[in-house]
């Protein structure tokens, strides 16, 4: 069965950066797209971006653009979503979420744990 | 960016009511359209893809209709179990964008 474990809770100060992963297991890394989605406390579901973990490629949401680094190590089928510059307003659950249709983009069908991430000084 | 606009934000309904949730794109989405249910502190889960179509596993008093810009979830014999917030999600444009959710009680 498809599973996704992430990385512990981090916490972090302002202007620093945190690297967040999640291992899969369960299916064939390399065919399904990987998305982050972020959720600050209290707060509605945001996406952020997506992998394709067979050739690495990338597409970000322009809010994220310049902040957001996305890669994979197709070696320990691992994905990673890394971001800098942390503000307050970065303090999230992140979940990374795998594809539900094989080559395709459109729909986190199984989801990670989550990870907190905190921002403050 | 697309952007999908929920109502209500919150609601209260007595077990076995009918529920209703909107969906509204800021433009044509066709039925490029999820929706999730989020328990607290869980991740969400899929419950519905291309507007209509139930996620396998999922209880058949869930559904979805529409298309277009104007989308419908309905839970018809509302439980205690579903007592959740439940998400839109459009796939029709990057990037993927989530409706700001409906926080489902029991009255």
């Known amino acids: 069965q498809v599973q996704l474990v992430q990385s512990g809770a981090e916490v972090k100060k302002p202007g620093a950066s945190v690297k967040v992963s999640c291992k899969a297991s369960?299916?064939?890394?390399?065919?399904?797209?990987m998305h982050w989605v972020r959720q600050a406390p209290g707060q509605g579901l945001e996406w952020m971006g997506i992998?394709?973990?067979?050739?690495?490629?990338?597409s970000y949401a322009q809010k994220f653009q310049g902040r957001v680094t996305m890669t994979r190590d197709t070696s320990t089928s691992t994905v990673y979503m890394e971001l800098s510059s942390l503000r307050s307003e970065d303090t999230a659950v992140y979940y990374c979420?795998?594809?539900?249709?094989?080559?395709?983009?459109?729909?986190?069908?199984?989801w990670g744990q989550g990870t907190l991430v905190t921002v403050s000084s | 960016d697309i952007q999908m606009t929920q109502s209500p934000s919150s609601l209260s309904a007595s077990v076995g009511d009918r529920v209703t949730i909107t969906c509204q794109a800021s433009?044509?989405?066709?039925?490029?359209l999820n929706w999730y249910q989020q328990k607290p502190g869980k991740a969400p889960k899929l419950l519905i893809y291309?507007?209509?179509n139930l996620e396998t596993g999922v209880p058949s008093r869930f559904s979805g209709s529409g298309s277009g810009t104007d989308f419908t979830f309905t839970i018809s014999s509302l439980q205690p179990e579903d007592i959740a917030t439940y998400y839109c999600?459009?796939?029709?444009?990057?990037?993927?964008?989530f409706g700001q959710g409906t926080k489902v009680e029991i009255k």
């Open positions: 979420a795998r594809e539900r249709y094989y080559y395709d983009s459109s729909t986190p069908g199984y």
């Open positions: 369960g299916y064939t890394f390399t065919s399904y797209y």
């Open positions: 992998i394709n973990p067979s050739g690495g490629s990338t």
């Open positions: 433009q044509d989405i066709s039925n490029y």
């Open positions: 291309d507007a209509s």
């Open positions: 999600q459009q796939y029709d444009n990057l990037p993927r964008t």
